[in-house]
């Protein structure tokens, strides 16, 4: 069987291991040993860094080795990052910051640097294109890389070019991640989690439906509860149950999802790894100090939210044709609304106005604890707000009022002008 | 019951009644036409709770009675019967089936008690009057297209058709708006009509409307109150609930002081138009409009795709001027414009811009233009 060690490199041939004993590197004695039928054939890898935030956090203050650290923002925010010490306790990210606390008084919490972290994102990333070119990025710590046919240009299978990524973040960045290698996207995303910290997963074609059949469909990418309990309503828990169903079926009770579950039940998955995927909606959102009906104060948060995701768009050069609002309610239920403009806009008081508007359709008085905006199908900012609305006489003042502080802004800091709604 | 109606005029009487029927819907019985058969006649009523309509056609009625069946699934047999054919409509009201019987053709569908079909509530009407179909057609045809989909200006989702001041006094007008153009239509205002309350018809509303007022001369009873308003020939009745909102005070909007004047034929422009439009890649397929004494050169200019240029002559006598404008809203006014040349009010580039048919005032139109 293919092998490999991942701390020299070393590929050797392997017997089949026997039982209850590990297998060892021939050349350098370590037990971390990668060995596959098909490890020196497969391609497609997702690389994830082993709780992010907190690594880096831990690297850069040596006084945190060992302890419990999460990254998070406020007393109402939620765990962004929990470094492995807090996760034995139970905290996990997205999990509510007194939650957490709850289960980890000791912990120490740290404001996430996003600044930073996005350095150190840009170094993997570096690292990542010196294997190959088709490096997709999903966020700053987890990226899809393609490897197929760079054999003979590095001289290596995929697999050693992958552990030597990761043996290079250790040595250079102090950081460590986790590599998943299979055939396609969704199965080396599944494997990167299989055996985190410092894992090397590898799922292979032959393997590939008996390792599925077990398995609960909601370990997909992209199956949140309102999906499961879409799922568990048609008896589908388990891929074996997707298998079972014909894609006719699926796509009519599930639509576009339908058909894609039908193939990912088959380990199917043909999404191609995209280097620069273009972005496809921006949006800001914040949890609040405490939950909140006021309107005074939402519009307020709606404001700065708006302004936050224009001043995004702006920066990009973008504008969207949709705008979205996300609320969560006390009882953590989501309410999300969306409305097509007709002229697209990159305008923090046309993004407002429009939110406002679908916040004064919402019917529902809340408290609310969360509070977003978006912008989305995106098109360049020359096509955007290009007319004006006759209904609206004031909107072009507005609009010109609010590039003129786009430009005191920019040369005096974002806080040299602000708006009174902004301080509520 | 049991009735035989003839199946053109079937035919005529289902298809009003399944147009009204959303598609997609929650509540079985809205599905359902409800046909009533009395005396020598036979009355279909098909509802979506905001729109009703009801529809009489003569039949022979064997056995008095009603019942609700599919109304698409009914429209689509009567549809592809033969022409000229006998239909014999015969409900078993115990057994839940309607028989559909023409020619050695025989169909068995499932019905709904006519107890469960929802029968819109009757109201008092503080407006009634009558004005030919020729009349409504054109206030409603003209304004139309202007109707706004945005949902979150609901109360644009329709045309206000109200009583208001014309050049030449009381005039019943309809205006539609969505922001980025308006259509303001007047006419006479038909006797009785003074004091109608302003209302906001929905668009499907004006859609199914259309279709009663095909014959020019016919009279089309009108009734107006603060909630319905309802619009009626002999054989079909129209009733709809109006859009509860405010509809803005658009006159405001409307340019009193644009001067600089253009008369060009409606029908080359908009040919035009639609020429140089065609390399456009944006989905707002911007035109440019360069005015220079009688000389109008329309252009687009797509970097991605490519560019066009198209010269008009017309009577301009202003200073030069370039202003943009969306192609399809361009064609959309000039496409109401019939007998004689389309003039258009300009002021600046960013300022909305007037068109009407020669000097008529009685159909005004707005457009705001683009930046290009």
């Known amino acids: 069987m293919q092998a490999l060690c991942r701390d020299c490199l070393t590929q050797f041939d392997a017997p089949e291991a026997a039982p209850g004993r590990a297998r060892r590197c021939p050349s350098c004695a370590s037990p971390r040993v990668v060995a596959h039928a098909e490890l020196f054939d497969l391609s497609i890898a997702h690389m994830d860094c082993d709780a992010f935030y907190a690594s880096v956090e831990k690297r850069d203050n040596p006084e945190l080795a060992g302890k419990p650290v999460i990254i998070g923002g406020g007393r109402r925010g939620v765990v962004s990052t929990a470094c492995y010490v807090a996760r034995i306790r139970g905290v996990h990210s997205a999990m509510p910051m007194f939650q957490a606390l709850k289960l980890c008084p000791d912990a120490v919490v740290i404001r996430p640097r996003m600044e930073v972290y996005a350095a150190v994102s840009r170094q993997i990333r570096a690292m990542m294109e010196d294997l190959t070119p088709a490096v997709e990025p999903l966020s700053l710590d987890e990226a899809f890389l393609d490897l197929t046919g760079t054999g003979k240009l590095h001289g290596a299978p995929p697999a050693v070019m992958l552990a030597r990524l990761i043996r290079r973040m250790k040595d250079e960045l102090g950081l460590t991640g986790s590599i998943g290698l299979s055939h396609n996207k969704f199965l080396a995303k599944v494997a990167s989690d299989l055996d985190k910290p410092r894992g090397f997963s590898v799922i292979g074609r032959a393997e590939t439906a008996d390792f599925l059949r077990d398995r609960p469909v909601r370990m997909i990418w992209g199956i949140g509860p309102a999906a499961q309990a879409a799922l568990d309503k048609a008896g589908i828990r388990t891929f074996a149950d997707l298998l079972r169903w014909e894609q006719r079926d699926l796509q009519a009770r599930f639509g576009t999802m339908g058909e894609r579950l039908y193939h990912l039940a088959r380990g199917q998955d043909r999404r191609r790894v995209v280097a620069n995927a273009p972005m496809k909606s921006i949006s800001n959102e914040t949890t609040f100090h405490e939950d909140t009906g006021d309107a005074d104060i939402l519009d307020g948060h709606l404001w700065r939210m708006a302004e936050k995701v224009s001043d995004r768009a702006k920066a990009k050069g973008l504008a969207g044709r949709v705008v979205v609002l996300k609320l969560k309610r006390a009882d953590h239920s989501l309410l999300s609304r969306r409305v097509a403009l007709r002229d697209a806009t990159q305008m923090a008081d046309r993004l407002y106005r429009s939110a406002r508007a679908l916040f004064d359709q919402l019917g529902d008085p809340g408290p609310y604890r969360l509070l977003g905006v978006g912008l989305a199908e995106l098109c360049p900012e020359a096509e955007a707000d290009k007319s004006g609305d006759l209904l609206d006489p004031g909107a072009a003042r507005r609009s010109g009022a609010e590039r003129a502080a786009d430009e005191i802004r920019k040369r005096f800091g974002a806080d040299a002008i602000l708006k009174g709604r902004a301080l509520r | ?372």
Not at chain 2, 198 to 211: D, M, N, Q, Y
Not at chain 2, 241 to 259: A, C, L
């Open chain 2, 1 to 372: 019951m049991k009735i035989s109606i003839e199946r053109g005029t079937l035919l005529k009487a289902v298809a009003q009644a399944q147009s009204v029927v959303e598609r997609r819907n929650t509540i079985p019985i809205l599905a359902n036409v409800l046909i009533e058969a009395e005396g020598d006649q036979v009355q279909f009523r098909a509802t979506d709770l905001d729109v009703e309509v009801v529809d009489k056609a003569p039949a022979q009625v064997e056995r008095a009675g009603a019942t609700t069946v599919a109304a698409t699934t009914l429209h689509e047999i009567v549809r592809k019967l033969p022409d000229g054919a006998l239909v014999t409509l015969t409900a078993d009201n115990a057994a839940g089936r309607l028989t559909v019987e023409a020619g050695r053709s025989n169909f068995s569908l499932a019905t709904l008690p006519k107890e469960d079909f929802p029968v819109m509530a009757s109201s008092e009407y503080q407006s009634n009057f009558s004005a030919p179909a020729a009349v409504l057609r054109r206030l409603f045809d003209k304004s139309k297209f202007a109707i706004s989909t945005e949902e979150t200006r609901y109360y644009l989702n329709g045309v206000y058709m109200h009583v208001a001041d014309g050049e030449t006094g009381k005039v019943l007008r309809c205006v539609a708006t969505d922001g980025h153009r308006l259509a303001r239509i007047d006419a006479d205002l038909p006797g009785g009509a003074e004091d109608m309350p302003g209302v906001i018809v929905p668009r499907k509303t004006v859609g199914e409307l259309r279709k009663l007022l095909e014959d020019d001369d016919m009279q089309i009873a009108v009734s107006v109150s603060e909630t319905k308003v309802r619009f009626a020939t002999p054989d079909i009745t129209l009733t709809s609930k109006v859009i509860d909102g405010t509809f803005p005070d658009y006159s405001r909007v409307i340019p009193q002081n644009n001067t600089r004047r253009m008369e060009v034929d409606a029908a080359d422009f908009a040919k035009a138009v639609d020429r140089v439009a065609t390399v456009s890649s944006e989905r707002s397929r911007a035109v440019k409009m360069q005015l220079d004494q009688d000389r109008l050169v329309l252009s687009v200019n797509a970097p991605d795709s490519g560019a066009a240029e198209e010269e008009l002559a017309v009577a301009y006598d202003d200073e030069r001027l370039e202003i943009g404008f969306n192609a399809k809203y361009l064609l959309e006014i000039a496409s109401q414009v019939d007998r004689e040349n389309a003039v258009f009010m300009f002021n600046s580039s960013g300022d909305p811009t007037l068109m009407r048919e020669g000097n008529d005032q009685s159909a005004v139109y707005v457009v705001m233009p683009m930046r290009v």
